[in-house]
């Protein structure tokens, strides 16, 4: 449910947002959301700012994670972000 609109304007409360990426099921077809994304920001204490404070915060009646995510590994995938500072993640119970 939630955009990736909705999702900046929940992290530029703490700096620039660069980036937001909702992931989307590309196998099924459906276009779905999988209940994870990313989000970039270029300020490290901007980002653990937002990390402290939204990790576990109520949105759109569903309990969000925000971690660091890991950095890419030099196997990774060609053509994949180097970028990202930040990952949302919503699990529903």
């Known amino acids: 449910e939630t955009t990736e609109e909705e999702l900046r304007r929940e992290f530029m409360a703490f700096g620039e947002v660069t980036s937001v990426t909702i992931m989307n099921d590309k196998y099924i077809g459906s276009g779905q959301s999988r209940g994870y994304g990313f989000v970039g920001m270029p300020s ?10 939204l990790n576990g915060k109520l949105l759109k009646r569903h309990v969000i994670y925000v971690i660091q995510a890991l950095p890419l590994s030099d196997n990774s995938r060609k053509g994949s ?4 500072v930040g990952r949302f993640n919503r699990r529903l119970r």
Request: glycine fraction near 8%; charged fraction near 35%.
């Open 81 to 84: 972000r180097s970028r990202r």
């Open 44 to 53: 490290q204490s901007e980002g653990e700012a937002a990390i402290t404070t």
